[in-house]
């Protein structure tokens, strides 16, 4: 196409774009790191942006400007980079909640020992920078007809979060041949484990369940 003002309003229509990216990358954290996290991120990036403000100033303000600019973004980063790095901690219950009413968290072992007393095990291997993840836990897993079918199965389901990519779930998804998620599991007495495709069907899952 030829060249023209069309350029300089795609051009802005483009940063639109990065800055979803940005909108979910501070979700991302805030799963990871907690409200802090996020909150300290934000703040880091208002630092950011005012320096760039500074520096894209005339030659006379930017020396000075930019220099105080630089010396309040230096202070923020001293004073919140670490509630980034720091994990949150979680209150007295607020894992359980966080998986979901009917989730339980994955543990090295559980699905062993749940699987031997005679139950079903489905395991959702997710994490929250998957953009799949989301939409399969929104979609497909939060489908009413998929849990009652798991409900009437008596079939326990497990959420084994690989956010902070935690060696034990790396080894569990080597075993199962996968190095990524999504991976979807179901785990049955005396049979091999069925390995789901990576974006979950209400009718693959409840047929599957149908099998139980």
């Not at 501070?26 to 208002?46: E, F, K, P, R």
């Not at 798991?150 to 080597?174: M, Y």
């Not at 484990?193 to 979950?200: G, M, N, Q, Y």
Request: positive net charge.
């Amino acid at each position: 196409p030829r060249p023209g003002a069309w350029m300089d309003i795609l051009r802005k229509l483009m940063a639109f774009p990065m800055l979803a990216t940005v909108v979910w990358l501070v979700w991302v954290l805030g799963q990871q790191s907690g409200i802090d996290g996020a909150g300290a991120l934000l703040i880091l990036l208002l630092g950011l942006g005012m320096l760039v403000w500074a520096l894209a100033l005339p030659s006379r303000a930017r020396l000075w400007t930019g220099t105080a600019a630089g010396a309040v973004l230096a202070l923020l980063v001293w004073a919140f980079a670490p509630h980034i790095t720091n994990g949150a901690t979680p209150a007295a219950g607020e894992s359980a909640a966080s998986t979901g009413q009917n989730w339980q968290a994955w543990t090295p072992g559980a699905v062993q020992q749940t699987v031997a007393s005679g139950r079903p095990v489905f395991v959702d291997f997710t994490a929250a920078w998957c953009i799949t993840c989301q939409y399969n836990k929104k979609t497909t897993l939060a489908n009413a007809a998929v849990l009652a079918d798991l409900a009437a199965k008596n079939v326990a389901l497990l959420r084994a979060d690989w956010t902070r990519r935690d060696p034990a779930i790396s080894a569990a998804l080597t075993a199962l041949g996968r190095s990524g998620v999504p991976v979807y599991v179901f785990y049955r007495p005396g049979r091999p484990p069925v390995v789901l495709t990576e974006v979950l069907r209400v009718d693959e899952v409840r047929s599957l369940i149908a099998t139980l």
